[in-house]
């Protein structure tokens, strides 16, 4: 993708960068993210918000002592920490003159054809009234991504980003995560690897430096997120990896400079 002057730009954000260990709301980290996309908006930017947290948020505020382990508690505790969250992104987009809107998807709303072109039809109206939207699946009623072992449309946010971006014909897609990008080899034990700024196809060899289920890349890690990528890239969207607490350099991305990993629109 080229850089171009105004873009529609979706942001998916995690669960990580948003929360502390406890699960209480990383206040100062949400700030600057809504700062962030507060400025892309002034900037003549759309941007459309994918955010994870909920659940991590709802164990706090319910003053759970742990993460529920079991279906149905999970699924509460989303309820809580949804209504939480979307409570504190409207005051702290408010304080920027920004107005939020709230949507919770399902597999079935991006399956079904006729609910896929209403998502379709909202996001662009959202976008033309200068809205942000703010998307999360619907956990309280959806078990695709809590439940990892049933089958999943959705499954998780990295994947659910990528489908709002197809979706919604954005040009560039950002996946704040808590790591650089894609390295050639495990970073944390081989000092010696190196980061992976551009892919423009998703070899083989690319797909195996993800790593297999429950290694350091593994499920929910840099799986979900080549999975993502494939989806945009196919899609003739421009995927992007950084870190999450690097927030800066989200304008360095969005002028097509090297940060992070860049995985290129596949173009006809």
């Excluded at 873009?7 to 960068?17: E, F, H």
């Excluded at 709802?58 to 939480?84: D, I, Y």
């Excluded at 991006?110 to 703010?134: C, F, Q, W």
Aim: proline share 2%; hydrophobic share 40%.
């Amino acid at each position: 993708m080229d850089s171009k002057e105004h873009q529609r730009i979706v942001v998916k954000v995690g669960t990580s960068t948003l929360t502390h260990n406890s699960g209480a709301v990383d206040l100062r980290s949400m700030e600057h993210l809504v700062r962030l996309l507060s400025d892309l908006r002034g900037m003549g930017h759309e941007v459309i918000l994918v955010s994870s947290g909920a659940i991590a948020v709802g164990t706090e505020k319910m003053n759970l002592p742990e993460r529920p382990k079991e279906l149905r508690m999970k699924q509460a505790a989303a309820s809580v920490g949804q209504c939480q969250m979307m409570a504190m992104y409207d005051r702290f987009f408010s304080e920027y003159n920004q107005s939020v809107g709230q949507i919770l998807l399902t597999g079935d709303d991006v399956e079904d054809e006729s609910r896929a072109r209403h998502l379709s039809n909202t996001l662009s109206a959202l976008l033309e009234m200068g809205i942000i939207p703010i998307i999360n699946e619907n956990d309280s009623i959806s078990s695709a991504e809590i439940e990892t072992e049933t089958h999943k449309v959705l499954g998780d946010n990295d994947r659910l980003s990528a489908i709002v971006a197809k979706f919604c014909h954005a040009d560039l897609l950002i996946l704040l995560s808590d790591i650089e990008g894609l390295y050639d080899a495990n970073p944390k034990t081989h000092p010696e690897a190196k980061l992976i700024h551009k892919v423009h196809e998703l070899t083989p060899e690319i797909m195996e430096m993800a790593g297999a289920a429950g290694s350091w890349r593994g499920t929910g890690g840099m799986v979900t997120k080549l999975y993502a990528a494939k989806i945009a890239m196919e899609n003739g969207v421009d995927m992007v990896i950084t870190n999450g607490k690097k927030l800066k350099n989200v304008y360095d991305i969005v002028e097509n400079k090297d940060v992070g990993t860049r995985f290129y629109a596949i173009r006809a």
